[in-house]
T-cell receptor
């Protein structure tokens, strides 16, 4: 069993839609949760970083963590064509040491 | 501010040859990491440098891989001899001094390695 499960998609939505991306994990030692965005032929770029269970909002992006269910989500409101990318969930058991475990990534396409 | 720079961006070699990948981290970043993505798989941790010292190399696949970080600045990852299964995208990332929480990793664009 993989430590982190993420549906690779692809996911195709119309512009303006609300996008929901999620991951489940099995390792209860994971304490820090991240979402990265990766454009084609580029490296991952950190979008959101959360520690505690609950919601964290940053503009059109909301990250949600449920440690009791080992489930994390990323919501994108009013999706734009520029949001088309691969979104990777990632997690680590130490915030100060980034040996990160990644999900496989979900490829998102926002259609104008 | 310049980001993490990796080169070459692409490398095509034959099985049994040697390849050296280079990473220039963001200036002043003590931490340097190598990750790899094999096609169809997740990005996986390879190793971590703090300045010039290897902090954790638990993700290195085998002894055909050798990573160095000269003077705590740039890093090289050598694969010798290369095998078909070494094909993938090799990412380098860097971050500032270790902090208790909320440490951000900055990734380079990666080196696409193809072993034929």
């Amino acid at each position: 069993q993989k430590e982190v499960e993420q549906d690779p998609g692809p996911l195709s939505v119309p512009e303006g839609a609300i996008v929901s991306l999620n991951c489940t994990y099995s390792n209860s030692a994971f304490q820090y949760f991240m979402w990265y965005r990766q454009y084609s032929r580029k490296g991952p770029e950190l979008l959101m970083y959360t520690y505690s269970s609950g919601n964290k909002e940053d503009g059109r992006f909301t990250a949600q963590v449920d440690k009791s269910s080992k489930y994390i989500s990323l919501f994108i409101r009013d999706s734009q064509p520029s949001d088309s990318a691969t979104y990777l969930c990632a997690m680590t058991n130490s915030g100060g040491y980034q040996k990160v475990t990644f999900g496989i990534g979900t490829k998102l396409q926002v259609i104008p | 501010e310049a980001g993490v720079t990796q080169f070459p961006s692409h490398s095509v070699i034959e099985k049994g040859q040697t390849v050296t990948l280079r990473c220039d981290p963001i200036s002043g970043h003590d931490n340097l990491y190598w990750y790899r993505r094999v096609m169809g798989k997740e990005i996986k941790f390879l190793l971590h440098f703090v300045k010039e010292s290897k902090q954790d190399e638990s993700g290195m696949p085998n002894n055909r891989f050798l990573a160095e970080r000269t003077g705590g600045t740039y890093s090289t990852l050598k694969v010798q001899p290369a095998e078909l299964e070494d094909s993938g995208v090799y990412f380098c990332a860097s971050s500032p001094k270790l902090q208790a929480t909320n440490e951000k990793l900055f990734f380079g664009s990666g080196t696409q390695l193809s072993v034929l």
